[in-house]
């Protein structure tokens, strides 16, 4: 497969997990400079080195090739040395207008539309949409709550080129999980894991400040906020070892646009 350069506005980033062939990795994606969306894997952000790091919603540059593994028409293999942040983050201003004009094009209906379009037409892996109702977040405990002995040993293990991140990769031992319904007149409801990087790391910041009580800023946060306060969105994606799953890899939460008095 020949390499290519692209711009690519990030998006989405999962919370990492192990991976043999790069130690850790985390689902990456965004929306190319000709508004495509593009999955990046695997993407070992936490190796980047410190000037490579970037954050959601900032445009990069990088050398990528389809992927060879993989056949989701979004799934690109980076050229992870080639990866060069361009810019600074977009701006939230205005309701995150400067997101919602690069965002907006690519919204789908509803979660049933692009199930129901991959399944006819040209099988989307990557969307976004807004629920037409958000019921509630439900936390579930991981049966697996640490990291298995062969996770932790690929964690570990490092080579001539990677060395192991000085802080070792935590294990969210929760589920995280939305119950939503569709706009679609045919929507008979959903209930998916969402395994947004910031729902991961919220939780390790209330856990090691609220104890066994962070459920109640998590909520605040992940469940009350996105269903009172913002005018919140999905990002989704299939698995790729289940082409037919999809789960929530991310959030787009504007606040809602302000409504204008009248005189």
């Known amino acids: ?16 997990t192990p991976a043999r062939k790069s130690l850790e990795t985390s689902c990456t ?37 389809k992927a060879r593994n993989d056949t989701r028409l979004e799934s690109f293999n980076p050229d992870r040395d080639s990866i060069k942040p361009l810019s600074g983050v977009l701006s939230t201003d205005k309701e995150w207008q400067a997101r919602k004009d690069l965002v907006y094009p690519l ?23 807004k629920p037409a109702l958000i019921k509630r977040l439900i ?26 991140p000085k802080e070792e990769l935590k294990k969210i031992p929760f ?9 679609d007149a045919e929507c008979n409801g959903h209930k998916m894991i969402c ?5 991961g790391e919220l939780y390790r910041k209330v ?10 800023p998590f909520r605040k946060r992940y469940e009350q906020e996105m269903i009172q306060r913002f005018d919140t969105h999905f990002y989704v994606g299939t698995l ?24």
């Open 1 to 16: 497969m020949a390499w290519e350069s692209r711009r690519i506005l990030i998006t989405v980033r999962t919370y990492p």
């Open 29 to 65: 994606a965004g929306i190319t400079s000709d508004g495509q969306w593009i999955r990046l894997f695997p993407m070992p952000y936490r190796l980047l080195r410190a000037e490579q790091k970037f954050s959601k919603y900032q445009w990069i540059e990088a050398r990528v090739q």
């Open 107 to 129: 919204k789908s209906p509803s979660l049933c539309q692009l199930m129901r379009r991959r399944d006819q037409d040209d099988e989307p892996t990557l969307g976004i949409f």
């Open 139 to 164: 936390i579930e405990e991981d049966a697996e709550r640490d990291w298995t002995a062969d996770q932790k040993n690929i964690l570990s293990q490092g080579d001539l080129f990677d060395a192991a």
């Open 175 to 183: 589920k995280f999980r939305y119950e939503f319904e569709c706009s």
């Open 195 to 199: 395994t947004d990087w910031e729902m």
């Open 207 to 216: 856990q090691q400040s609220h104890g066994e009580g962070w459920q109640a």
């Open 240 to 263: 790729h070892q289940y082409p037919d799953t999809w789960i929530v890899v991310g959030l787009f939460y504007p606040l809602p646009v302000r409504q204008q008095q009248l005189f």
